[in-house]
Every structure is written in C-alpha cells, then in structure tokens.
C-alpha cells in the first residue's frame, strides 16, 4: 500500500514541503487537478495523499475527492491535514487493503505513491477492486527507469527512486504491462517532466508559468522525452 512517508522523508534537507513550495511543482499539481475535474466523475479517491495538496485544489474545483494516506502501524482514523485546515484525511495502517467498499470510486488518483508501495500489483488489484466497472484511474509521477536527473541525483548522493527498498522504477512497457496484468486498460501513456520541477528558489517561482511551458514542450519532443523525469498514464477499470 502506498508510503507516501517514504517519499517525504527521501526529501531530506530541502525540507518536508519542498513540493508546496515550488512555484512550477504547483502548477504541475493544478494541471493535474484540472485534468480530473474535467472528466466530472464522483467520488474521487486520493491515493496516498501526502500533504493533501491535490485533493484541495481537486475540491476547489468542486469536485467529490476523498483522501487517503498509508501510515505504518496505525490503525484506520481519520485526521485533519496539517497544510489543509478543515480537510480531513482517512488513514490506515495496512500496506494493502483499502477501507472502502466495492465500486465505491468513479476514478483514483496515484500521484507520487505506486513507485513506493511495498505491493504494486496487490495495490492495483485493490484499487481496481474500490473503482466501479469503467472507473479511471490516473498515474502521475511514476519514476522513469531513463530519467538523467535521477542518475544525477544518484552520483551526486542525493535521493534518487530506486534509493529505498520498496522504491520501483518503471518505463512505458513496463508500466502497461502491470495495469493490463491487473485489470486496466490502459488508454493513455507517455513521458513527462524534463526539466527539475522542485525547485524553491523565489526566482523559479516568478518564472514558472515559462518553466512550465518549456517543460511541457520539451515532454512532448520525441527521443529528448525518452529520459524525461516521469511515465503518466490514464486508464480504465475493466
């Protein structure tokens, strides 16, 4: 079941909210959000949600989201998160199983979290099990097995996926083949993120509208896009 504590804790000392910080990381996170509300579909699960910042802008943009996070050894509760005043959280000790019953989710989003759970296709199988019959499910930030800021981050000694034990790395084949192996069709698949999108710094904040763009551009740019940062992918509960 997803770790999202994992994944904060690797940020190490750039500090725990490195991503709420980033100018051009938000944006990321508001295109996503976007892309969710436009398909109109209700409830929404947040797969291991982390600082809850996807199920907020998803909320602002009326949609029915509701919130889940992997925490080791606690039992299921709910909590308030600490970024998000007055959003609440449902939490769960259990690496695999979800609390939530059959069909319940229109769609399900996985942003930063299937890389790191200890079970990807047990994980799968248990989202496929909470989505109705044609539910969505969105991938966003799966690790890229080719992604040269990851070698970079790597040589220089910095956190890179594949770091952790439970860490996965994937690349477009690899990544059909575990969603159709567990249910899903698989309906849209692709290479994102080239350029670094965590970044603090004030000035990457006033230029991050550009950033973005040229970001989106060179996403898009064939063989440049083959060691971009992330795989995304969108597909079906069969």
Known sequence: MPDPASTVTAEGSRG??????????????????????SERRSPVLDWGCGWGQVSSLLRERGVDVEAF???????????????????????????????????????????????????????LDELHRILRPGGRLYIYKLPNRLSYLEAIAKRMGLY????????QLYDLAS????LTHHGFRVDELRRANVLPLTIPH????????QIWRINVALGRTPVLNRIATNVEAVATAL
């Open 160 to 167: 890179y996926h594949g770091a952790l034990p439970e860490d």
């Open 175 to 178: 990544t059909r083949k575990i």
């Open 69 to 123: 996070d992997y925490r080791a050894g606690e039992p299921v509760h709910e909590v308030e998160l600490e970024h998000f005043s007055g959003f609440r959280v449902q939490v769960s000790g259990e690496p695999v199983a979800l609390p939530y019953p059959d069909n319940h989710f229109a769609a399900a989003l996985s942003c930063g979290v299937l890389e790191h759970v200890q079970d990807p296709g047990g994980s």
């Open 202 to 209: 004030p000035l990457a904040t006033r230029y991050a509208d």
């Open 16 to 37: 725990l909210d490195v991503n709420l910080r980033s100018g051009v990381q938000m944006i990321e996170y508001e295109a996503i959000a976007d892309r969710i509300a």
